[in-house]
Structures are given as C-alpha cells and as structure tokens.
C-alpha cells in the first residue's frame, strides 16, 4: 500500500496499460508460422509390379534465429491442398483441383501386415503440426516406368495399388508438362505456398519437377 501512496496510478496510466496489453496481445495473433516450400529428392520405388518414380516436395517452418527467436511459431492443424492444372492456360483439370496431400512422414494407409489397404486411413487426410525447424515431405505425382503419362498421387491412390498401380480414376495426366499449385491451410493462416511446372516426358528419367520463382 506504501508503494501506490507514493506512485498513485492514474486513471490515465490504466487506460494506456489496458491499450499496450491490447497491442501486445493482438500482435502475438498476427504472427505466422514462416513456412517455405522448395522442391525435394524423387522416391524411386521398386515394387512387386514395376518400378516407380515420386516426385516430392518439402514443406519448411523455418527457424528464426537471435532476437527475432520469440516470433517463432509452430504451423498446426496444417493440410497441403494440390491444384493441377492446364499448361500454358493454367486451368484446372477436371476432378484435380482440390487434390489432398500425402505426408510421406505419415503412417501408409495399409494394413500392420502390409498385405491389404486400410480403407479408413486412406479415406481420411490427417492433419500435421509442423514446429520451427522442421521440414517434411508431401508427394505429388507418380510415374511407372515406360508409362507416357503420371498420376497425382496422396493417401487415397493406396486403393488402386495392387490392381491398377496407383491409378485412380479420372487422375490420367497425358500432357507433357503442366503446373502445380500449392496450398496451405492451417489454424494460423491459409495461403498459396508455391507454383511448379511437373515435366511429364516419356521415362521416369525425364519426369521431373521445378520450381516457378514468385
């Protein structure tokens, strides 16, 4: 009681406490996961019915470093959602506009024998929380060797494998090249993260992806 007879608090200075812890508060809000997207290695996969090619991306919470540490934050809740579209027009085709992502850190919606798929696993689209630091990898597309086209591929394309080699329905990509787009939708903020060309050439040696700077 002796220290507020002899700093009286004015009615001014509880005002002014009351808008900076409102400032305060507001701006924590307003800070997002610094989230970058850059293209990562291929997945050869040499399975019972051929030989496989998947293209990857990596999807980065970049870290930040000295002062600037107490902006970190972890990007939760996070779905990657893939746009295929029409080179050079740029529209999208038909039924791949709105493709979920694979985590490939995630759990393959097969059953523990590995011998059928989990319908259940591949029907649903967990949700990741990427913390600073982290970097993990969705797919995109695939190619099987001495095909002249490739699929998108995510969780549900686990369904065709063993009968169709991951060839879902109405997924067929024939063009030689076409674009990506890629989006993130997380608690913390929902925006485009990058744009890619995918070349789709005859052999899984030429089917390649790159990035579009912005």
């Known amino acids: 009681m002796e220290y507020f007879r002899l700093f009286p608090i004015s009615p001014f200075d509880v005002l002014i406490g009351f808008i900076l812890a409102l400032v305060l508060y507001y701006f924590d809000k307003r800070i997002e ?56 027009s740029k529209i999208e085709m038909n039924g791949m506009d709105r493709i979920i992502a694979r985590w490939n850190s995630s759990r393959e919606p097969v059953t523990p024998n590995y011998q059928d798929v989990d319908i259940g696993l591949a029907l649903t689209n967990p949700r990741e929380v990427v913390v600073p630091g982290e970097r993990t990898t969705i797919s995109v597309a695939i190619k099987k060797e001495g095909w002249t086209f490739c ?28 674009y990506v787009r890629v989006y993130i939708e997380c608690a913390e903020l929902q925006k485009q993260l990058g744009e890619f060309i995918v070349l789709n050439k005859t052999g899984i040696e030429q089917f390649k992806i790159s990035q579009i700077k912005t």
């Open 151 to 178: 699929y998108p591929f995510n969780n549900e394309s686990y369904i065709y494998q063993k009968k169709d080699d991951f060839k879902r329905p109405g997924w067929e990509i024939t063009d030689d090249k076409f």
């Open 33 to 88: 996961p610094l989230l970058e997207i850059r293209i990562a290695e291929p997945s050869l996969l040499p399975l019972q019915q051929g030989k496989f090619k998947s293209l990857n991306l990596e999807i980065t919470n970049k870290k930040r470093e000295g002062i600037w540490k107490i902006l970190n934050r972890p990007a939760t809740q996070v779905r990657i959602i893939l746009s295929f579209q029409d080179y050079p």
